[in-house]
């Protein structure tokens, strides 16, 4: 038998377990199965509003409509299902309409449900918000009508062009939903009378008639940059709804517009269309299509643009992620229900037991979107709802507490007295349970004050070997209740009887806060807050106030009565510094004196300053406190701005924060908690500072865990940043889940990354979920972090968010644009970047034409990298007058052009001399400046310098022609010696182009003179320009001109390279390597090669021309780079073979021997044309 019963015993026990879980499952049988939704309905119609419940039954189903139960009529009457059915909706004012908010509640054994909320709305359409207004635009503009209207459902907007319908989209004319009406390229015929039509079910309304006038086109267009007249407008659009962001630009050409996203994602192509002429439309719009849009405004065949950006928030019903979970606690136990729900805006959570929402006490608290139950009774035992709602939708979700009782609890702790031993003590006794005390192994002692509501409860644990206990952290001159519960291991006794008590006034705990001002300059009036209870610690019955000059220690004192909190000080001395103090008293006696206050009255001639600001101070949290002023309308003074200073008690004042004049508010954040700050207050204008208001203030502290035996909130969660603009960053982020009675508020930091000044940090504060951050720096990184205050607890900061904000189009053009016309038909255009910090340039645009070309609006366009600030023009005609101009872009946009630059070209070129050389070539106006002017005198110098270059010429050539055969044998000798080691050394003997030592001697370059000697175009500068080889066969000196050609065999017999120049230009003095390659020049064919072979460039840059008239695209290539590379050297200075297979020594040879006989003759007839060496020989120097 004794098996049988241990496996019945087992049996009742499993029974006895699984019970409570049964319960637990059977409560799941009451849900909905069909719930009321948003319904929309015209007057007089019947409607029905679903609610079916299933669950044990019997089931009683109720409506509530906005909180409030239905009754039921003929009219509005419950179906047998549970349903809702109006026959007749009625509109009326009032209560009487049955429009609102409709809740279905159904109840049975285990408790009630409440369903989700269902709008009931009367299909209406109301009169026109905005009506259109009568416009005139010119012809070939556009234009632009808008009308807005309420209604319900939508409606839809027509528009009709006297009295007759447009059509909603056609090639010109475009009809947004949102009731915008545009026109572009606007006709003569387009003029007349224009109104909106808005219709839904309910009826159909006319706007009044706005009239269209169109004025002719005033002459011939002229080239506009593109600009934004509509830009797109932040929106938030709910979920699956149409977004639509309105786009319209000017210009001509006209502009074409275009769109992308901001964080460079692709636009949902299958969601979104773009309606007219850049209107984009996005239709069922998802959480992914939320962010900033950017309209760009381009002129057709360029990337001039200009560009608007808007963010789009995609708001969202609650949906829940964290549901809660049915629990069984027993009696005195704890239960906790969590809830997570999202959505946008954040949702609110409120938590219902049986269909009604539940109220916070001692006993039950709600935080972080948690319901905690403590000291569990057998009321408690319900089914609770979470329900997670926003302007959107509310959503519901249930479960059920089981509390499991005990048959063998003790009874209740009895006789319990309260005894008030000081002003922060009470002393607590009482007597056992008269039941089961045996078995009770603890006690706990719970209180909390017996005023006010929702008063946190505090609870002390003690054990079983006592029945007296004091609680010594009360405040003074407060009402406590207080109960006691018995504990055992399986359960917990029924509350005591709770019983009351006072505790004892104190002295002050602190003295008020002094707020000090002066109405003229002999007085102070002085004002305070009454001290609050937890500081006063009783009845506050008399205040003392202190006062003295900085420079005595003589203090008068004046005492006034308990109600007071302000009195004038009188007869005071101007333009002194007085310090005041306060101290209270109660009925016990006087607290501590506060710290002294500085004032300083005013000066008694200050009567055209401005009076002293009302100042208020509140402390938003423990480490902000926001200031508020305002001046009275009697202050007529014309005010500047404001000086605010604030510091630390102890510490000294800094330096004030300088306010503009309408600022009427100022955040002052990253203060210490538990600390009392000095904060001053005054207004300036032209005469100098006014009146001044002080006031002192104690931030609060910020309660730990300990304090308030509840966790600090979390921070805020999902906090993202994107830039809007260049200036701008939108943040976002989500509240964490907890619900509370108390206004939550939020404090931004912002901060550049890596600030290393702490007083730059930027705090801001909102009581919103989303911020716009304005006033920063363009193209900087920043730092974001937010955290959460709510009844002074704060939160720990969020994780740190990082932004950069968008660099900003350049304002300025760049800067010493210069034009320099270097040879026939090229120039170079330089310019330095815009004198601009923080703006990025990506590129530049040149714009070259001549004035012909300009007339006809067609521009030759070049594109430079940002680190590329010069560009060769080419091809330029003779005859012409060119017009350049250069601007600086970036992603964000271009920047203006700088002043047009003019370059003339000579027209005459039949002398072949260079252009710049004569008497009537004209100059680039941007070297206007005398930079390369030459004066009188610099002319009248440079001749003599020619005379007396002549005259040295002269000696030299009859010196050489007295030598000459002297010469010709020493000459002839050394030379084919050194040929014909450098042939042993080649490896190849008679190779031409091997000139040992063969040196170019000449006269030295002038300080006017330049040359480029990076390996760039063959290409010398000096103080007139370029000089440019002549391509004429005129006649040179010692036979370096036409008669080479004319005479190939005076050249071949020519001995040695020395050559006479005319004085004033520049030559290059090389040395060739013994071993040279045979592709190489030598010395002698860089001296005599024709100048015509030397002309072009081998970097040469394309240009095109585009029809925008001054605007420039990004489209075109790119410029090569300015100067080439060593290895581009023009082919004509490439290494060919001597004529007639004549060694170099031979022709050495035979060119001395000419220059003997017709030296004297060529020094006579030669033409003062100048000798040009050009381009990089072999090997330079």
């Known amino acids: 038998m004794a098996p049988v019963k241990n496996k019945f015993h087992q049996r009742v026990l499993l029974f006895a377990a699984l019970l409570p879980i049964s319960g637990v499952l059977c409560f799941s049988e009451l849900f909905f199965i069909k719930e009321p939704r948003d319904v929309t309905v015209m007057r007089r119609d019947s409607v029905i509003l679903d609610c079916q ?82 416009v005139v635009v010119t012809q070939g503009s556009i234009a632009r009508l808008s ?24 090639e010109r004319i475009t009809v947004l939903p949102s009731g915008v009406l545009q026109i572009h390229g606007v006709q003569h015929s387009d003029a007349g009378n224009y109104r909106c039509i808005a219709t839904n079910i309910a009826s159909r309304r006319r706007s009044n008639e706005a009239t269209l006038t169109v004025t002719p086109a005033p002459g011939p267009l002229r080239p506009q940059r593109p600009r934004i007249i509509t830009a797109p407008q932040n929106s938030s659009v709910p979920l699956h709804q149409t977004a639509i962001l309105e786009c319209m630009a000017t210009g001509y050409p006209r502009p074409i517009i275009s769109w992308s996203r901001a964080d460079s994602k692709s636009i949902d192509v299958y969601n979104t269309q773009v309606l007219g002429n850049g209107n984009l439309i996005i239709m069922d719009i998802q959480r992914k299509h939320g962010g900033v849009y950017m309209c760009r405004a381009t002129t057709p065949g360029t990337r001039n643009y200009t560009v608007a950006s808007a963010n789009v928030t995609v708001l969202a019903p609650p ?9 069984t606690r027993p009696r005195a136990g704890t239960a906790r229900f969590v809830c997570q729900a999202e959505g946008v805006p954040t949702p609110q959570v409120t938590w219902l037991k049986n269909g009604e929402k539940v109220k916070s006490n001692g006993r039950i608290k709600m935080y972080n979107s948690k319901l905690v139950i403590n000291q569990i009774t057998p009321e408690d035992d319900a089914i609770y709802q979470c329900q997670a709602e926003n302007e959107l939708g509310s959503v519901l979700s249930m479960a059920r507490l089981i509390v499991v009782m005990s048959e063998d609890r003790p009874s209740a702790p009895r006789n319990i007295l309260a005894d008030t031993v000081s002003s922060s003590a009470i002393l607590l006794s009482w007597e056992r349970p008269l039941f089961n005390s045996d078995k009770v192994i603890a006690y706990s002692v719970h209180y909390m004050k017996a005023e006010g509501l929702n008063n946190e409860e505090y609870q002390a644990v003690i054990g079983n070997d006592t029945t007296r206990y004091i609680i010594d952290d009360l405040e003074p001159a407060c009402n406590y209740t207080f109960y006691i519960v018995a504990y055992m291991p399986m359960g917990a006794s029924r509350m005591s009887d709770h019983v009351f008590q006072h505790t004892l006034e104190d002295v002050p705990l602190r003295a008020p806060e002094l707020s000090l001002t002066s109405h003229s300059p002999v007085d102070i009036q002085v004002s305070w807050q009454p001290l609050p209870d937890k500081l006063s610690r009783g009845r506050v019955s008399a205040y003392r106030l202190y006062y003295r000059t900085s420079a005595e220690s003589t203090v008068s004192q004046v005492e006034l009565p308990g109600q007071k909190t302000q009195h004038l000080l009188e007869n005071l001395q101007p333009d002194t510094i007085y310090l005041l103090r306060i101290s209270a008293a109660t009925g016990v006696g006087w607290g501590e004196q506060s710290a002294w206050t500085s004032h300083r009255t005013p000066k008694a001639s200050s009567a055209r300053v401005p009076l002293a600001p009302d100042l208020h101070l509140e402390p938003l ?49 990253g203060l210490d908690p538990r600390k009392k700050y000095h904060i001053k207050l005054l207004a300036y204008n032209s005469v100098g500072d006014g009146y001044q208001a002080d006031q002192t203030i104690s931030t609060p502290g910020c309660v730990s865990v300990r304090d308030r035996l509840v966790p600090p909130p979390p921070p805020p969660h999902n906090v993202y940043a994107k830039t809007n603009s260049s200036t701008t960053v939108f ?75 968008s660099p900003e189009a350049p304002t300025l053009p760049p800067s010493n644009v210069r034009v320099t016309l270097i040879e026939v038909g090229t120039a170079l255009v330089s310019w330095k970047p815009p004198d601009e910090p923080n703006v990025a340039v990506t590129h530049y645009t040149v714009l070259y034409a001549s004035r012909q070309a300009w007339i006809a609006g067609k521009w030759q366009v070049l594109h430079r990298e940002g680190t590329t600030t010069m560009a060769l023009l080419e091809n330029l005609k003779p005859g012409h007058i060119y017009l350049v101009k250069v601007s600086a872009s970036n992603n964000v946009g271009g920047g203006p052009f700088s002043n047009v630059v003019e370059l003339s070209m000579r027209a005459d070129r039949s002398s072949g001399r260079d252009p710049r050389l004569s008497a009537g ?56 010696d050194r040929a014909s080691v450098s042939a042993s050394a080649a490896g190849q003997p008679g190779t031409e182009g091997q000139a040992d030592d063969a040196d170019v001697t000449g006269p030295t370059m002038s300080q006017n003179h330049f040359i480029d000697t990076k390996g760039g175009t063959n290409l010398i500068i000096n103080g007139l320009g370029p000089v440019q080889p002549t391509t004429e066969k005129k006649e040179k000196w010692f036979s370096f001109g036409s008669t080479l050609k004319k005479d190939s065999k005076i050249v071949q017999n020519m001995k040695h390279g020395d050559a006479a120049y005319q004085p004033g230009t520049t030559m290059l003095t090389f040395k060739a390597e013994l071993s040279m390659s045979s592709e190489q020049p030598t010395s002698m064919q860089a001296l005599l090669w024709r100048p015509g072979d030397m002309e072009g460039s081998s970097n040469s840059e394309g240009s095109h021309e585009t029809g925008d008239s001054g605007r420039y695209s990004h489209d075109e290539t790119e410029m090569t780079n300015l100067s080439s590379g060593s290895g581009s050297r023009p082919a004509s200075l490439t290494g060919e073979d001597t004529p007639d297979g004549q060694s170099l020594t031979e022709v050495k040879v035979s060119v001395v021997e000419s220059v003997e006989k017709k030296s004297q003759q060529e020094v006579q007839g030669s033409s003062a044309a100048p000798l040009q060496v050009c381009g990089p020989g072999p090997e330079s120097v």
């Open 53 to 134: 419940a299933h669950g044990e039954s019997p089931i009683d189903v109720r409506w509530l409509k906005n909180g409030v139960s239905v009754v039921e009529s003929e009219r509005v009457y419950l179906l047998s299902n549970g349903s809702l059915y109006i026959s007749e909706v009625e509109s009326r004012r009032g209560d009487k309409s049955d429009e609102g908010l409709y809740q279905c509640l159904a109840q049975n054994r285990y408790g009630a449900i409440l369903s989700q909320k269902a709008r009931l709305t009367i299909a209406s359409i109301s009169s026109f918000t905005i009506q259109p207004v009568s």
């Open 621 to 669: 949290n423990c480490t902000t406190i926001l200031a508020r002023w305002q001046l009275e309308t009697r202050n007529s003074v014309s005010v500047l701005g404001y000086k605010l200073f604030y510091h630390e008690e102890t510490q000294p004042e800094s330096a004030p924060l300088q306010l503009r004049a309408f600022d009427n508010k100022r955040s002052i954040s």
């Open 731 to 805: 943040l976002h982020w989500s509240q964490p889940a907890f619900t509370s009675s108390h206004a939550v508020n939020y404090t931004v930091r912002c901060n550049p990354v890596g600030l290393q000044n702490a007083s730059l940090v930027l705090y801001l504060q909102t009581n919103e979920q989303n911020i716009l951050v304005r006033d920063l720096e363009p193209n900087t990184r920043y730092e974001f972090a937010i955290r959460l205050h709510i009844d002074l607890l704060s939160s720990p900061w969020s994780p740190v968010v990082y932004q950069t904000t």
């Open 319 to 327: 949906s829940l992620v964290e549901w809660p979970e049915s629990l």
């Open 147 to 170: 009308c807005k209207i309420s209604a319900q459902p939508p409606p839809i907007i027509t528009w009709e062009f006297n009295r007759v319908t447009l059509p909603l989209a056609t």
């Open 921 to 976: 070539s004209t100059y680039s106006t941007g070297f206007s400046d005398g930079f390369y002017h030459l004066d009188q005198k610099s002319m009248t110098g440079i001749t003599v310098g020619v005379c007396i270059a002549l005259i040295c010429i002269i000696i030299c050539a009859f010196v050489i022609v007295c030598r000459g055969k002297n010469r010709e044998f020493s000459a002839v000798k050394t030379q084919a």
